[in-house]
């Protein structure tokens, strides 16, 4: 591994983890508990950030625990992470932690939970060198029923769809579990949504197993300083930060190869779950 | 923002226009404590349709408002939530004003869900994603479902599930393929397939499944789409001698209609008599009696080694079929299937031949060179309903299957040609009616089949089979048809947990046979007779039975008792020597079958039977016949037995945990056959055989244990399989004279392993065969052991576009030993219809290995085979997955 990629591992590693900077050296944030989950769904995340490569599918399983009252739904590496992180007690530990687990290191930062009562949701999530932004939602969305169905782990599931983030999404649900809920932000509709695609194949989620959870794995969000904010406001701070990554890899203190480094990766996440 | 405000009127006109002719159902839920209920979802279908066309969610106050538009003048309207009973009732379709009440009911999430990733265990069904057992190199579904645990795919593609093969492969609840299922999973892109559904305890006819226990297993693919249109395309030539293959098979799969259609062609060792011979048994399970086959003279066996066909079968093969399954909106299907097939096949081969007689020992030395040629012209029709209200299934199949086969064959440096030619023809009907009278079932049953074999000939030049005499030739013309047919009515009564069925019924078999041995005498100076052996054989067989059967069900528990009685009659009658016999008996064949469900994951099936079968006719009264050109059978038209009993016991355990991903079986059987009569051959110097059936009492017993564990390591990416059986046969044999006791002994030893790095996949299986036979008081004893490794790895370099795969194989028959080499390189293009184009290169027998040699030991006979193998081939391959 030459100099430079060790560095912006490291780089990306220290900004794009916010939990880093608070490993044992450092407090790791508390997760808030909200309620006990009665099921748990995991679903298979792909998505392509980068609209002009279609070779470059990522992958990723997000679980949905839906409790009585409320939902989460986000990725359990964050969860897998922050215990590895707490086990870290010096710069060394931390250095070979990651050699040991080049690769290994990205997950989805965002956690949404949805109060299934007041129908709304609140969005938590962290924009690299920003800080951690939260803000509430209730989304509008109106479906449209379809008359196909299919099948998805041996439920049948029906198709429906709506317009959401600047994307028409495809949903199959089934009324055969009789909650309103799903992947992402979407719900409402009569029967657990087993999958959820927009229409062009950016970005899918798809049930791949159901279960009961286990202990500890609970609904929760973390303790965070969070900045709150509106969904506009946020979807435009994560653009900026596509724009002006150069200059926050200059004040991080990256040579310019590096700097260069960041700006490809940042240009090629030119593809997001929201576009508007 | 121009787009998404044309997106949201058109989605606010869709919903409002219709309003115009839409009806508006509103109204409230509430508890019976008149609380109203939020969060019940309200949804409204069409009377003939679960396609939900309106919901709504109830609000804090118990609202709700659904606009629909009306097709008809119902509607059904349900409620459904995880804490309250579902309600579901049909309303007139015009706006109105509805107050429900619904009863406190917290539903088990635990009922829904699953315990294990992947896999969805519901009763007697598992369904297992598609997705998570897929590997990058896989491309069909058959490749899916090797990997499932429990489930195995044979060479040939036959299925099978804890060592049993599947009764039905299903896509989406519709039999398009039936037995011939393989073309399909051979050909479906994995991808169109979301979920394989395994159903355990399969009862097909659907009005039958609360009486019967079938104990039968099924698979389902569960398809992503509703319409499927989809297949396969390969095409593929190269060296040597324009070897080619060729496939091109589409297929359609929509919840009305199905079809498939295949043309395939080959010449690079892929025979499609293996995996397509005539289905002549349909439902045959049903019949008291299959009809009896006529032992028309056979060419000389071509024999089949334990390998890959393209190793060593050198092959001209051609197969086009169309398969079309239509369902209407009541239910009926229509399903109906051509085909054709043509196999040329030229094959060599080497063998010695040794027969360990008690007090001698033959050993002879033969080579082969023979061309066959075998076609298959076969339709079927078939219309059927299977519904919980009624069941019925009308077939008529009808196929021409012309054989021909040439060759020399020498033995000892004697050379003979042989030719055999044939064309028989068969036509059979199936139907079978179920339907309810009152509170009880009746079922009809009728089945008829002609077959017809009008102008067989066997010519074997210079002749040397009559008496161990030489003659110039031997000729045979033979003809033969045979008329069976069977009828019953069953009754099904089902008090309770009882279940009594009482079928009625008789079956009738009429076999003609009309055959002309002719030898022609070899003396040179044209005095010498020829000498004409004739045959002119009616036979007639005709059982009348009543066959009661009484069931026992509980939730875990199944008890099946049957007692068949019978009154058999035989007939026999050779209208050239004015002789005939007759035959009859009454008989009782009793059977009792135990299945017990022990916590989850075991199953104990145990059985025990007894029952009678015909000793087969060519054996009994023929008074010359010449079966293949080493054999003759010479029979005594008089003979005391006609029929043998059979008494079987079967035990077997299986385990199967989906959470722990480990499943196993073993099963135990024990059958102990009673003779009257012992097939008496005659071997001559000349290596020819005679047979003759002599009466003698005597008893044969057969024993076999087979055991299999198989385990899941998803942690470390790996699963392995260890298959084990152990049979043994222990009987008497009458050889040259002399009667022997006679003892054979097999062990099958089958370790398979799987591991899946991140790059490399490897398989690697181990087999070891030992064979023992012993004759007489340990005077010939013959042992056998072949040992077998198979390894195979594939590399998946997904960033190239590349996957690699190379095969081993290394054989050891008795120090005989062989080894393998396929390569094969495959190159996806994703850059043209993502991934779903791929070419490459495949090369069979990289080392140009000469020849391979097998070993078959019967009770006193030990052929050694040598088979010249393909050379070295190299095809460029481009297929498509559409």
């Known amino acids: 591994m030459n100099h430079n990629k060790l560095k912006f591992i490291l780089f990306i590693l220290f900004v794009s983890s916010s939990y880093m900077g608070f490993s044992q050296i450092f407090p790791i944030p508390k997760d808030i508990f909200i309620e006990k989950p009665q099921l748990k769904i995991i679903y298979q995340y792909h998505y392509q950030l980068d609209s002009t490569n279609p070779d470059q599918i990522s992958k990723r399983t997000l679980w949905l625990l839906i409790g009585d009252n409320y939902s989460s739904f986000e990725d359990p590496k964050k969860k897998w992470y922050k215990d590895e992180m707490r086990k870290i007690n010096s710069q060394q530990q931390l250095q070979d932690w990651i050699f040991k687990n080049a690769g290994m290191v990205y997950f989805e930062h965002f956690t949404i939970i949805k109060n299934r009562k007041l129908k709304s949701l609140t969005y938590y999530n962290y924009i690299l060198m920003s800080g951690h932004y939260k803000y509430e939602e209730t ?138 | 923002m121009r787009m998404r405000r044309l997106i949201i009127s058109f989605m606010c006109l869709t919903n409002i226009l219709p309003l115009f002719s839409q009806v508006v159902i509103e109204g409230k839920v509430r508890d019976e404590q008149n609380k109203p209920l939020s969060d019940i979802h309200v949804m409204v279908s069409m009377l003939h349709s679960d396609n939900i066309v309106g919901f709504d969610i109830t609000t804090n106050e118990g609202l709700f408002r659904i606009h629909l538009h009306c097709a008809g003048d119902s509607v059904r309207i349900k409620t459904s939530s995880i804490n309250h009973e579902d309600f579901k009732n049909s309303i007139a379709c015009k706006s109105q004003y509805l107050e429900i009440i619904l009863k406190k009911s917290v539903k088990d999430l635990k009922e829904i869900t699953v315990k294990a990733k992947h896999v969805v265990k519901k009763g007697d069904t598992l369904s297992y994603l598609v997705s998570p057992f897929a590997r990058e190199q896989d491309r069909t579904i058959d490749e899916v479902i090797r990997r499932i645990p429990g489930l195995e795919v044979e060479p040939s593609g036959k ?218 012209w076969t339709t079927e029709i078939n219309l059927r309903h299977n519904t919980e209200k009624y069941y019925a299934d009308n077939r008529l199949s009808y196929s021409i299957e012309p054989n021909k086969q040439n060759g020399i064959f020498t033995r000892n440096s004697s050379v003979y040609r042989e030719s055999f030619e044939e064309k028989p023809q068969k036509l059979d009907w199936n139907g079978r009616w179920i339907f309810p009278a009152r509170k009880n079932l009746i079922e009809l049953y009728s089945y008829l089949d002609y077959f017809y ?275 043994s046969d222990k009987g008497k044999v009458f050889v040259n004279g002399n009667i022997s006791n006679s003892k054979s002994h097999y062990l099958t030893l089958n370790p398979t392993i799987y591991h899946y790095f991140s790059v490399f996949d490897l398989v690697y299986a181990f087999r070891w065969l030992n064979i023992n036979t012993e004759l007489g008081n340990s005077n010939q004893k013959q042992h056998s052991d072949w040992f077998r490794h198979e390894l195979s790895l594939t590399g998946n370099f997904t960033k190239k576009n590349l996957i690699v795969t190379a095969s081993f194989i290394y054989n050891d028959i008795n120090r005989n030993r062989i080894f393998l080499t396929d390569l094969s390189i495959r190159y996806k293009i994703k850059k043209i219809l993502s991934s779903k184009l791929e070419t490459g290169i495949l090369i069979n027998n990289l080392f140009d290995t000469g020849k391979y040699t097998y070993n078959q030991l019967d009770s006193y006979v030990n052929m050694v085979t040598e088979f010249p193998m393909r050379p070295f081939q190299c095809l460029l391959f481009v297929r498509f997955n559409y």
């Open chain 2, 453 to 727: 074999n009008p102008n067989l000939s066997l010519h074997t030049f210079p002749g040397y089979i009559l008496f161990n005499q030489p003659s110039d030739s031997v000729f045979q013309h033979f003809s033969g048809n045979r008329l069976a047919f069977e009828n019953y009515i069953s009754f099904f009564y089902s008090p309770k947990s009882i279940n009594l069925k009482i079928d009625a019924g008789f079956s009738f078999q009429r076999l003609h046979i009309e055959s002309d041995l002719h030898a022609f005498d070899a003396n040179f100076d044209f005095t010498g007779q020829d000498t004409n052996f004739l045959n002119d054989n009616l036979q007639k067989r005709l059982r009348i039975y009543i066959r009661p059967s009484l069931m026992k069900k509980t939730s875990t528990t199944t008890w099946d008792f049957q007692i068949p009685l019978s009154s058999l009659m035989l007939s026999e009658e050779s209208n050239l020597h004015a002789v005939s016999q007759e035959y009859a008996k009454i008989v009782a064949e009793p059977s009792l079958v135990y299945n017990k469900k022990i916590k989850n994951h075991w199953n104990l099936l145990a059985s025990i039977k007894r029952y009678y079968q015909y000793f087969a006719s060519s054996e009994i009264f023929y008074g010359y016949i010449l079966a293949n050109p080493d054999l003759l059978k010479k029979n005594e038209p008089l003979v005391a037995g006609r029929l043998y009993a059979v008494n079987q016991a079967n035990a077997s355990l299986k385990y199967n945990n989906i959470l722990t991903g480990l499943s196993a079986y073993v099963n135990a059987g024990f059958s102990f056959q009673q003779f009257d009569f012992l097939r008496s051959d005659s071997i001559g110097l000349s290596g020819s055989h005679i047979y003759t059936i002599k009466n003698y009492p005597n008893n044969r017993y057969l024993s076999l244990m087979r055991g299999s564990v198989s385990k899941s390591l998803p942690d470390v990416r790996t699963n392995f399989t260890v298959n084990l059986n152990l049979q």
């Open chain 2, 159 to 376: 299925i099978l599930y804890e060592g049993t093969p599947i009764s039905h492969l299903y896509v989406e609840g519709m039999d398009l393929m039936e037995n011939r299922y393989s073309l399909l999973t051979a050909n479906l892109p994995y991808d169109k397939v979301s979920t394989i559904e395994v159903i355990t305890n399969h009862e097909p006819v659907k009005i039958l499944q609360k009486y019967a226990t079938s104990g039968k297993v099924a698979l389902n693919l569960r398809l992503k789409n509703k319409t499927t249109l989809t297949g396969n395309a390969e095409l593929a030539g190269g060296i040597p001698f324009f070897t080619h293959k060729i496939n091109l098979t589409p297929i359609l799969l929509q919840p009305a209609l199905q079809s498939l259609i295949t043309f395939q062609s080959n010449n690079n060792g892929e025979p499609f008599v293996e995996t397509f011979g005539p289905k002549f048994n349909y439902q045959q399970n049903l019949r008291f009696d299959q009809p009896v086959s006529i032992s028309a003279p056979n060419p000389r066996n071509i024999p089949v080694a334990d390998l890959p066909p393209q190793s060593y079968i050198d092959n001209s093969s051609l197969l086009t079929s169309a398969y079309i399954l239509t369902r209407s909106s009541n239910q009926w299907e229509w399903r109906t299937s051509v085909s054709y097939k043509n196999d040329k096949i030229d094959k060599n081969w080497s063998a010695q031949t040794s027969y360990l007689l008690p007090s001698d020992t033959l050993i002879f030395e033969e080579m082969s060179a023979f061309t066959s040629k075998s076609k298959i």
């Open chain 1, 139 to 276: 989304p509008h969305l109106i479906w449209k029923l379809e008359s196909d169905t299919a099948n998805i782990l041996g439920y049948t599931v029906q198709h429906a769809w709506t317009y959401y983030g600047g994307r028409i999404w495809h949903a199959w649900f089934t009324p055969a579990i009789p909650i309103s809920d799903g992947p992402y932000k979407f719900m409402g509709l009569p029967g657990l949504i087993l999958k959820a695609e927009d229409s062009k194949h950016y970005y899918t989620f798809e049930a791949i197993a159901i279960e009961q959870p286990a202990e500890g794995e609970d609904i929760t969000y973390e303790e965070n300083p969070y900045i709150e904010t509106t969904r506009e406001k946020f979807l435009e701070a994560n653009r900026n930060l596509r724009l002006d990554i150069i200059n926050k890899a200059q004040e991080a203190g990256l040579n310019a190869e590096a700097q260069q480094t960041a700006a490809q990766s940042r240009r090629l996440r030119n593809n997001p779950i929201e576009l508007k």
